[in-house]
């Protein structure tokens, strides 16, 4: 039997915590996950007056829970990487940083009511265990799609901007102070609100004109809605990616590697140790 080393027993927490290729992979994800969804469940009873004036301390008892398995799982995850302050700066780094600190601050300044949004952060570590299970190929042409449509799309929205600052000058020489478009900004404002099909009603025209300028505004916002979609889904069907899985990358931690890789396709270190 060869000994434990400290490489060894770091590429085991590694292989736990960050993949879900093997089974204790995916029970410590299915844990994390039901963590999570507890936690948020927790936050969202907290914030009904009369569930926390019953149930307090047992909310406060789950809290501090979930808070010491986040912790723990937090130093794993340095612990488990070669480059431990990449991963703390990373995106995930900072969500699981904060999915620890609301107990503790808590604990030191009582009263802060932002820990209520800190705590709902934890949801994005959802996207993590999905990233490592069976979504990871779909998960990952999504992304692929969006940066790809990014220029195609900011483009698009630049395009809405211009129409509705238009529309909305217009509308303003059209309706004016009498119907409630008493600026360019707030007439803006209206067609946003109509293009979108939103209409909270706070705005309306008046006028025969401005009525039928609104009704074309409207028409117009069906088909304005499809375009992103139509462009990312293009986008997406054309790829054609090679299957991945949840292998991550104990050096600098990307994800997404194909099944056949042996080096990390980022940094080129050894998968696997």
Not at 59 to 72: D, N, Q, S
Not at 252 to 271: I, N, T, W
């Amino acid at each position: 039997m060869r000994p434990i080393t400290s490489d060894r027993l770091r590429q085991k927490f590694h292989q736990v915590i960050y993949e879900a290729d093997t089974p204790a992979g995916k029970l410590f994800d299915l844990v994390l996950l039901l963590l999570i969804v507890v936690s948020i469940v927790a936050v969202m009873l907290e914030s009904v007056v009369e569930i926390q004036q019953k149930y307090g301390a047992e909310l406060a008892v789950i809290e501090w829970v979930i808070t010491g398995f986040f912790t723990l799982e937090y130093i794993g995850r340095i612990l488990s990487v070669r480059q431990p302050l990449k991963y703390a700066l990373s995106f995930y780094g900072i969500i699981d940083l904060l999915a620890t600190l609301p107990s503790y601050i808590d604990l030191l300044f009582p009263g802060f009511h932002f820990l209520l949004a800190l705590r709902a952060v934890r949801l994005l570590r959802i996207f993590r265990i999905l990233k490592l299970m069976h979504f990871v190929g779909a998960g990952n042409n999504l992304l692929e799609a969006l940066k790809k449509s990014r220029n195609k799309i900011a483009v698009f929205l630049f395009t809405v901007i211009v129409i509705c600052i238009i529309l909305g000058t217009i509308m303003y020489m059209v309706e004016g102070a009498s119907s409630g478009f008493t600026s360019i900004p707030v007439s803006v404002y209206w067609t946003i609100v109509t293009l979108t099909t939103v209409g909270f009603g706070d705005i309306t025209p008046q006028t025969p004109l401005g009525q039928f300028i609104s009704v074309i505004i409207m028409i117009l916002g069906y088909g304005i809605i499809a375009v992103p979609t139509g462009l990312v889904t293009a986008q997406f069907m054309s790829q054609n990616r090679e299957d991945s899985n949840t292998q991550s990358c104990p050096n600098c931690s990307v994800y997404g590697h194909r099944d056949d890789a042996d080096f990390c396709y980022h940094c080129g270190s050894k998968l696997n140790f």
